[in-house]
């Protein structure tokens, strides 16, 4: 499974920026997709994630301003970013749970995201 995102850029706080996840390769062995993202010093973190079912889960910290998606038509994910905060600043990062008899990750190469206040 190959993964590319693209859409992120600089924006201004209390701004909005979507950025998308196109898979290919062995997409049909994708058990869930998310995002996650790293800020300079800090762990890479959990964002947003979503199953083949739509169910979907969110860090508490993007609750209510972030929204993920997916087409499966497409193969894509997306990542809604509303009401965006300096701290939302990071390297955004496509994620997916592959199945199968290996499991594994599948990182693309992320895309960052600058918030400016």
């Known amino acids: 499974v190959q993964l590319v995102e693209s859409g992120g850029g600089l924006v201004q706080a209390g701004g909005s920026l979507r950025v998308s996840c196109a898979a290919s390769?062995?997409?049909?062995?994708?058990?869930?997709m998310g995002w996650y993202r790293q800020a300079p010093g800090k762990q890479r973190e959990l964002v947003a994630a979503?199953?083949?079912?739509?169910?979907?889960d969110y860090a508490d910290s993007v609750k209510g301003r972030f929204a993920i998606s997916r087409d499966n038509a497409k193969s894509t994910v997306y990542l809604q970013m509303n009401s965006l905060k300096p701290e939302d600043t990071a390297v955004y990062y496509c994620?997916?749970?592959?199945?199968?008899?290996?499991?594994?990750?599948?990182w693309g190469q992320g895309t960052l995201v600058t918030v400016s206040s």
């Open positions: 390769g062995n997409i049909f062995s994708i058990n869930s």
């Open positions: 994620h997916a749970a592959v199945g199968g008899p290996l499991p594994l990750d599948a």
């Open positions: 979503i199953t083949t079912g739509g169910s979907t």
